[in-house]
């Protein structure tokens, strides 16, 4: 249980252009979660926190009309990377948090490998 | 802001046993995480510890908390080369927000 995907798990798009990334939570429903980015051979960086039904919370220096997040269920939460640049490759992962554990641990999914040319 | 701190390599041989070391600057942490992040791919949840706890093994898993100190531990016993990834430890805070801090990743080479 707690299987977290993330599609697509690779892009490669123009500059300019916009790219939209799901995290869905298979067999579990998950009230939070969670965007990262990850730079090669770098650890995990906290963009923000998606809640079912509201805005999401930004972290310091995250740009939000630029990562555009949409939760609008309880198993699908969007990440859109609006106007991309290259300096917006990366590696993007979210994680799902399962509502009622004991842990309210977070279930990650497998990364979207994002490449803005 | 909270802060974790994580050696960058560890290379042990097969068989041996390999000790992941993590020291973080959060006192009110609630939970203590390790996970592990083979090349291209998410994190793996391995095992997590409540910060009133000091140790918790889990098969060849063993996980020590010095709290006093702000230092977690994992040792892996029998270290495979499957066993070969990034390992990350992460804390969580007790605060509304509950956010959760990753460390800086070590990377494990298991040896032949």
């Known amino acids: 249980g707690a299987v977290v995907s993330q599609h697509p798990s690779w892009v490669i798009c123009k500059s300019g252009t916009s790219v939209k990334i799901e995290c869905r939570s298979l067999d579990f429903q998950a009230t939070t979660m969670f965007w990262y980015r990850q730079f090669p051979k770098q650890s995990l960086m906290l963009m923000a926190t998606?809640?079912?039904?509201?805005?999401?919370?930004?972290e310091q220096g995250v740009e939000k009309d630029k990562f555009l997040i949409n939760h609008a269920s309880l198993t699908l939460s969007t990440l859109t990377v609006t106007s991309a640049h290259p300096e917006d490759s990366s590696f993007y992962i979210c994680?799902?948090?399962?509502?009622?554990?004991?842990?309210?641990?977070?279930?990650f999914g497998p990364g979207t490998r994002l490449l803005v040319l | 802001g909270e802060d974790v701190e994580q050696s960058l390599f560890l290379s042990v041989r097969e068989g041996d046993s390999s000790v992941i070391n993590c020291t973080y600057t959060?006192?009110?942490?609630?939970?203590l995480y390790w996970y592990k992040q083979e090349p291209g791919a998410g994190l793996q949840l391995l095992t997590y510890i409540f910060s009133n706890m000091d140790m918790k093994q889990d098969q060849r898993l063993t996980v020590l908390l010095n709290k006093k100190d702000k230092h977690l531990s994992l040792r892996i016993a029998d270290t495979q080369t499957g066993d070969s990834a990034i390992y990350f430890c992460a804390e969580k805070n007790s605060g509304g927000y509950q956010k959760v801090t990753f460390g800086t990743g070590t990377k494990l080479q298991v040896i032949p």
């Open positions: 959060d006192s009110s942490s609630t939970y």
């Open positions: 994680s799902a948090r399962v509502a009622g554990r004991p842990t309210e641990t977070q279930y």
């Open positions: 998606s809640n079912e039904g509201s805005k999401a919370t930004y």
